[in-house]
């Protein structure tokens, strides 16, 4: 069996009506629908063709997500996420950049190297060399300034961690940032790139190997190695290129409000929601958060 879930800021019974309807007519055997929260999620159980499913019902409804997958291993034990523009809203070396006054020019290499147009280590060497010289001290700054949690975080994290789940977060980021914020969401430990530093100055230069694509692959099958849990039992979530790995090897690999390269590599996409979205698609009631 499968479940296709509905998550939207105004849905309604007709919706689901519809939705049934439209799992009909591909051949899917629909079941009754069932909300989760009234107006905000609901299920519909079906027998057959996922990706059937999964065509008859994304973008059918304005403002909604749909996420398809087997009922039976919806309730995962692990999450790794990536964390710029993912578990917080901004990308943190555009921010240190803007301090140098040089944002744009690192942004448009960051954009670029997000959709997979530019090979990320190359570019993330390109990009730090251009801080050299930068101050220390704005890390702290713009980390106390510019960097904010997404909505939904700490509640994904915090229920799926009550519930069992281990959390990591490996970041193409550094370190400075990515550990205050594994801190606050609520994540077990966090895996990124370190920033060196010589007499309270940037040099321009990261720590190598660089954690990139194949790190984070690499820390999803450990993590799922060192729980003992089966594969379809993990969840993996970026909007980059350099997430694709990790996305296509998870259970279940979500492109949240991702670059279009990597929407359309995976098994669901947030395009709309929150990140309490992926609660709703585990089967979590409002009432089961753990903020």
């Known amino acids: 069996m499968f479940t296709a879930t509905l998550i939207g800021d105004a849905l309604t019974g007709g919706d689901l009506s519809a939705a049934a309807d439209r799992l009909a007519a591909a051949g899917c055997a629909p079941g009754a629908a069932a909300w989760l929260d009234e107006g905000a999620a609901a299920d519909i159980g079906f027998a057959d063709d996922p990706a059937a499913a999964r065509q008859a ?7 909604t ?34 301090y140098a006054g040089i ?14 147009e530019l090979d990320f ?13 930068l101050d220390e001290r704005v890390i702290a700054q713009c980390l106390a300034e510019r960097v904010h ?9 915090g229920t799926m961690r009550a ?12 370190t400075r940032f990515a550990e205050p914020v594994a801190a606050a969401i609520g994540f077990s430990r966090a895996i990124a790139n370190v920033l060196l530093i010589e007499d309270g100055k940037l040099t321009g230069t990261v720590a190598k190997p660089i954690v990139g694509s194949a790190t984070k692959e690499e820390t999803l099958l450990a993590a799922i190695a060192a729980g003992g849990i089966d594969s379809a039992l993990s969840l993996a979530v970026g909007d980059g290129a350099n997430d694709l790995a990790m ?17 359309a590599a995976a098994a669901a996409r947030i395009d709309h929601g929150d990140l309490s979205a992926l609660l709703y698609a585990q089967g979590y009631r409002r009432t089961d958060w753990v903020a």
């Open 57 to 63: 019902l994304e973008g059918a409804f304005a403002g």
């Open 163 to 174: 519930n069992g789940a281990e959390a990591v977060l490996v970041s193409g980021g550094f």
């Open 103 to 116: 944002k744009a020019e690192v942004a448009a290499v960051t954009e670029a190297a997000m959709r997979g």
């Open 247 to 263: 996305i296509r090897r998870a259970g279940l690999g979500v492109a949240y409000h991702a670059k279009p390269i990597v929407a």
């Open 65 to 98: 997500d749909v996420v398809v997958q087997p009922t039976a291993t919806r309730r995962k034990r692990l999450i790794v996420a990536d964390m710029d523009s993912t578990m917080i809203t901004v990308e943190c070396i555009d921010e240190l950049a803007d």
């Open 149 to 157: 949690i997404m909505p939904g975080a700490r509640a994904l994290v």
């Open 121 to 133: 280590e190359g570019a993330l060497d390109a990009r730090v060399a251009l801080l050299a010289g």
